[in-house]
């Protein structure tokens, strides 16, 4: 089993999971062509993709979805809560699955399993996929976390876990206030603190990545997104990974 980026932030975000044959894109936020370049940074095609996973409707995870989805014809899985609010831009594509923030179901060898989370969505969701030996777990776009989300994420051996912003630097940043409060609420993104908090409430006893995602480009930087989780593992900061806008990160195996 391995994962890797395909890019991670506002720009747009897709992940990749691979266990034999099965490989599921979690998110599309680029266009066709980028798309397809990125995944062959990755000595991937198209058609090598088993399946979408969405999980909201916001522009950067969904916005390529659509047409890739459709010029090679590949399934989509998409609560029926985001089905509810841009249902008609699926209406075009063969395979379209709904499910419900709760449902685990299965992609060729790989199982997932989707867990609701606190964001500014209909039916935001974030996913656990396993391939019944190891698990990843990928965690962004949440503005605070639950005891469930927690549950969900606990003894798994690889995270992509969200660190947003600094909270220093937004609230000194040039954002609208408005803005500033959606980030930092409780339906908005996590801060670097709080990630950290939410690590060091796991069992991390099986960890053998944690992969900083979906930094912000103007209020975080690589480095105090380390030093973070770094600091709920007690590890050196090199070894904690980043997913970044442009690269996202190489694969990585469990």
């Not at 997932?112 to 964001?119: E, G, K, L, N």
């Not at 803005?179 to 603190?193: D, P, S, T, V, Y």
């Not at 908090?197 to 690589?222: C, K």
Request: proline share 5%; aromatic share 8%.
């Amino acid at each position: 089993m391995r994962f890797a980026s395909i890019g991670s932030g506002s720009e747009g975000n897709g992940l990749v999971v691979e266990a034999g044959d099965s490989r599921v894109l979690i998110d599309c936020g680029f266009g066709v062509r980028d798309t397809a370049a990125r995944l062959g940074r990755l000595g991937l095609a198209p058609q090598h993709i088993s399946a979408i996973l969405v999980t909201h409707e916001h522009a950067d995870h969904v916005g390529g979805v659509p047409a890739f989805a459709a010029k090679h014809r590949i399934p989509v899985w998409v609560t029926f809560g985001t089905l509810q609010v841009i249902g008609e831009r699926f209406a075009g594509l063969p395979h379209v699955y709904g499910f419900d923030s709760h449902d685990t179901f299965t992609v060729g060898d790989l199982e997932v399993r989707p867990f609701p989370v606190p964001h500014d969505a209909r039916e935001p969701v974030q996913f656990v996929v396993s391939d019944g030996a190891k698990r990843v777990g990928i965690l962004t776009d949440i503005g605070g976390t639950t005891p469930y989300v927690q549950a969900s994420l606990t003894g798994c051996d690889a995270l992509v876990l969200e660190c947003n912003h600094d909270t220093g630097m937004l609230a000194g940043s040039d954002y609208p206030y408005s803005l500033k409060q959606r980030i930092a609420g409780r339906f908005g993104h996590l801060c670097n603190e709080a990630a950290a908090a939410l690590l060091a409430g796991l069992d991390t006893s099986h960890l053998a990545h944690v992969v900083a995602a979906h930094l912000s480009q103007q209020n975080n930087t690589p480095e105090k997104a380390r030093a973070a989780l770094a600091g709920a593992l007690g590890c050196s900061p090199d070894w904690i990974g980043i997913a970044d806008q442009a690269e996202g990160f190489a694969w990585r195996g469990l």
